[in-house]
């Protein structure tokens, strides 16, 4: 049988011809709740639009989803500002004496900044150079800067070469001042990582100095070889 409250063009010239009642109305509770839970679907899914679909949306929402989503939309925001500057940098910047106090006296209060004076043809500063530039991959909240030193420092002695000063809102809070203090062309990419996070610049995912690991074997090793001479002397007498 067919239902006679269907929308069917046969439904509608029986009610013309009075054979059936006039189609109920809608009732005013039936239509509210549909359209509380058009509203409620609508609402739903604002967590997944992105900035400019909320704005093209925003007359669909009630005062009270707006202000939700007004709140929403601030904290999607600062999330984006904060992923812009942590990845603002990435890279080493070259600088001369003329742009020092731009690019690190006035580079932020709450920046660290990583200053490398350094000269060609000296192999260890080469190296240092090679390892900042991955570092400054991995860490792209912290500002990585290189100058050749005579055009920072005037007259500044070769054999204080290489030099890492750290900076954070103008101010020096670590220095790194010649190849002993490296342990010269042994120096790995993970143990000058190591000393960057002992100065609070960096948060490194190392477990520990990768030079006390070096340490710790070659005193092994020197113990070792104690040892077997002891034993060959034994051995003698």
């Known amino acids: 049988m067919q239902d006679p409250n269907a929308d069917t063009e046969w439904n509608d010239i029986l009610r013309k011809k009075g054979i059936l009642p006039p189609k109920e109305a809608p009732k005013e509770e039936e239509v509210e709740e549909e359209g509380i839970l058009t509203q409620q679907s609508i609402v739903k899914t604002y967590e997944d639009m992105t900035l400019e679909e909320l704005e ?17 939309r601030q904290q999607r925001l600062a999330q984006w500002q904060a992923t812009q500057i942590k990845n603002k940098f990435g890279e080493v910047m070259e600088i001369s004496g ?24 000296i192999p260890l500063c080469n190296l240092i150079n090679q390892h900042l530039a991955v570092l400054a991959r991995k860490f792209k909240d912290m500002k990585f800067v290189k100058a050749i030193s005579t055009t920072c420092i005037p007259n500044y002695p070769d054999k204080n070469l290489p030099t890492i ?5 103008g101010e020096i809070r670590a220095q790194f001042i010649g190849p002993l203090v490296f342990g010269g062309m042994n120096l790995t990419q993970d143990e000058l990582e190591w000393k960057l996070s002992e100065s609070g610049a960096i948060k490194t995912d190392l477990e ?22 002891k034993n060959n002397d034994s051995d003698e007498d």
């Open 56 to 72: 093209e949306n925003e007359d669909e929402f009630s005062e009270e989803d707006e202000r939700a989503i007004e709140m929403y």
């Open 208 to 229: 520990e100095n990768p030079r006390k690991q070096i340490q710790d074997q070659l005193m092994t090793s020197i113990r070792s070889a104690v040892a077997t001479n």
């Open 98 to 121: 003329q742009d020092y106090v731009q690019e690190i006296t006035n580079a932020g209060k709450d920046l660290w900044v990583l200053l490398h004076l350094y000269k060609q043809g």
């Open 165 to 169: 000063f750290v900076y954070r809102g």
